[in-house]
């Protein structure tokens, strides 16, 4: 009988040793899910981070390359009353052909047209074409010499111009009516 209880004792001593395994099962389940949970919040905060670093990133591209296209257009608007007092000249300068004056103006006039090309300066063509808002200013309207010229420019005051295809003068123009 002693040898009973020694193991009952034994059995007993065992048990809530085996019930404190199962608590500190418990335990060790809550801190793996509250680690899980941990982890998946760091995860979700690590990819916001890097979607608002490469939103970031691109806005810093697009303002770079905004900055490069328009730096230099205020230096290019500047030029483009010089291209239309060359034209002027070369307007009222005699009509011969071999007049050197002539040709030194219309070379000068080639040169800056092709520096202003190469800026991304274009020329607005306007000349027959259909009055559009967002390209052409009416100066005035006359009356149409014919029907298909109805809504259409006439005639050109001052030239326009596209810098990188946004209007940064717009063309001065007669229309028909």
Avoid: C, W
Avoid at 18 to 47: P, R, V, W
Avoid at 128 to 157: M, R, W, Y
């Amino acid at each position: 009988m002693a040898e009973e209880k020694k193991v009952k004792e034994q059995e007993d001593k065992e048990k809530p040793k085996k019930k404190k395994k199962k608590s500190d099962k418990a335990k060790y389940q809550e801190n793996i899910e509250k680690m899980q949970l941990t982890i998946a919040d760091m995860q979700d905060k690590h990819l916001r981070l890097q979607a608002e670093f490469d939103n970031y990133r691109k806005r810093t591209l697009k303002e770079k390359m905004e900055l490069i296209k328009g730096g230099g257009e205020s230096v290019l608007i500047s030029l483009i009353p010089v291209i239309d007092d060359f034209e002027r000249a070369l307007a009222s300068i005699s009509k011969a052909e071999d007049d050197p004056v002539k040709q030194g103006v219309i070379l000068i006039l080639k040169k800056f047209e092709d520096f202003l090309n190469q800026n991304g300066i274009k020329e607005i063509e306007a000349k027959g074409k259909v009055f559009d808002t967002d390209h052409h200013e009416a100066i005035t309207k006359i009356p149409a010499q014919s029907e298909d010229l109805k809504g259409k420019v006439i005639d050109v005051i001052q030239k326009g111009y596209l810098l990188n295809d946004k209007v940064i003068r717009f063309a001065k123009v007669i229309i028909g009516e």
